[in-house]
């Protein structure tokens, strides 16, 4: 996949990787021991369900990030609330566990204060379609050079299985008896109509095919979408019938929004793939020199 | 799908292509066994967080062989593993643990994936054009034969789960 969203001219180095990030080298005479999906991993266990998707999902980002070689102190990863938000604190980079819905919001701003860093957000259905809705919107058609990866598992999990954007109408619960009867959100279909750069789904029992397309969608310039279906297995076991479900798109990712959109409309929700890679320049307000010190901010609080 | 950035495999299956898929199979079997084993000791469940440990060490000691085997310390490329399904016969599935489970569906666990490695190696034996690598499927196909019989035997040592383990007092879920 060709860089096409940067602006003529500007080529991308072979060792640039990463929305940006410069890779670094070992210095001269020493080998660099080659990073695996082990070295962006931190010391806390999960503590998701055993069973829960978000596991496999975990491994295909570091094995993503191991594709691409990033040094673990370039990448930030950033998340709101719920079962899947926990990652950042399983991960060797650095994080952030922020505002319920808000991930989007704290990293759009960590990454036009520092565009040399990764920024990757990981979410649920509920904080980024629910919560965060508005936040998604914006962050597609903003088009900062961001890799959102969602989790989604048609409930709130953590909250113990309340009926979320992505719960179908007729999911029967205590908490919503005889369903909703509430349309489903579509997450690929508004990801496309509100300009998201790269827009792809996976599947958490599908960890290898998931960590190439997260790698896939960190180099893609712009705000890159995926949709990871990611099953919970506590208050959504039939989920597990999911892998019988998936298969791989039998098309190839287009660069065609139009094309895409006809995909998407008539999609059961069960392609996995690359559905889109678009050519739209990222967001370029930045970078821009600091007009401010710390210390010129903390005087601005000063009683 | 777009291809993967790491080194493909040769375009000609060789018997170091085969052999690093067959390295990175017991590999990644041992890292579901640590997921798994992770997560059970989370959940209070010690003894089959202990077997899953245990798993994952002979997994491990399996590739290591293998890998000692070709004279090689790492894989020297990462192969692209063209499976029935999305992942390694000998890979447990991530949703097929539960956390009141017993060590009986431990080996349960195991079992179905040596079985499927046996499959997988015979089916590779047959299929192959390459005398070499039909040779080393055969080895494989036998080792992990020997291995369904391993575990067969331990969990005639294990107590069968008993009726009703699943059933939690107090339990998440809110919606039956």
């Not at chain 1, 098309?251 to 929004?257: Q, R």
């Not at chain 2, 997994?59 to 192969?79: I, K, V, Y």
């Not at chain 2, 080792?143 to 339990?171: F, N, S, T, Y």
Request: with cysteine.
């Amino acid at each position: 996949m060709s860089p096409k969203g940067r602006p003529e001219g500007e080529s991308v180095p072979k060792r640039l990787s990463a929305k940006g990030s410069p890779v670094s080298a070992p210095a001269c005479g020493t080998v660099a021991a080659p990073r695996t999906a082990a070295s962006y991993k931190s010391s806390y266990k999960p503590i998701w369900c055993p069973g829960c998707g978000d596991f496999s999902v975990l491994s295909s980002v570091t094995k993503a990030l191991a594709q691409l070689d990033l040094p673990p102190e370039r990448v930030a990863v950033v998340s709101g609330i719920g079962c899947s938000s926990r990652i950042p604190a399983y991960t060797a980079c650095y994080g952030f566990h922020g505002v319920h819905g808000r991930s989007l919001a704290a990293a759009t701003g960590l990454k036009v204060a520092r565009p040399d860093l990764t920024v990757l957000v990981t979410g649920g259905d509920g904080d980024g379609y629910s919560i965060g809705g508005n936040h998604f919107l914006h962050a597609c058609r903003r088009n900062v050079d961001l890799t959102y990866v969602v989790m989604d598992n048609h409930v709130y999990g953590m909250t113990k299985g309340q009926p979320s954007p992505t719960t179908e109408p007729d999911w029967d619960s205590k908490l919503a008896p005889g369903g909703t009867g509430l349309r489903v959100f579509h997450p690929l279909v508004v990801a496309l109509a509100s300009g998201a750069n790269f827009v792809a789904r996976g599947f958490a029992g599908d960890p290898n095919g998931t960590a190439r397309i997260i790698a896939e969608a960190i180099r893609h310039p712009g705000f890159s979408f995926v949709e990871v279906l990611s099953p919970c297995v506590t208050f959504r076991p039939e989920q597990r019938q999911w892998k019988g479900a998936v298969r791989p798109a039998p098309v190839d990712p287009t660069d065609d929004a139009a094309t895409a959109a006809r995909r998407v409309m008539s999609d059961d929700g069960f392609n996995i793939g690359i559905l889109y890679a678009g050519d739209r320049p990222a967001y370029r307000g930045y970078p821009q020199p600091a007009r401010a010190t710390p210390a010129d901010l903390e005087a601005e609080f000063e009683l | 799908m777009k291809s993967s950035p790491v080194a493909p495999r040769p375009a000609t299956p060789s018997l170091a292509d085969f052999m690093a898929r067959a390295i990175a199979m017991e590999l990644e079997a041992a890292q579901r066994y640590e997921e798994f084993a992770d997560a059970m000791e989370a959940h209070n469940n010690p003894e089959v967080a202990a077997m899953f440990r245990k798993l994952a060490v002979i997994e491990a000691r399996h590739g290591d062989q293998l890998l000692a085997q070709m004279g090689w310390t790492e894989l020297p490329f990462q192969p692209r593993i063209a499976f029935e399904g999305f992942e390694g016969p000998e890979t447990a599935p991530v949703d097929a643990v539960h956390y009141l489970m017993k060590p009986w569906h431990v080996l349960e666990l195991a079992l179905a994936g040596e079985e499927r490695a046996v499959r997988f190696f015979d089916h590779l034996a047959r299929t192959t054009d390459d005398a070499a690598v039909r040779s080393a499927a055969e080895e494989m196909r036998e080792e992990e034969r020997e291995h369904v019989e391993l575990v067969r035997a331990w969990m005639q040592k294990v107590e069968p789960p008993p009726e009703g383990w699943e059933i939690d007092p107090d339990p998440p879920r809110y919606t039956d």
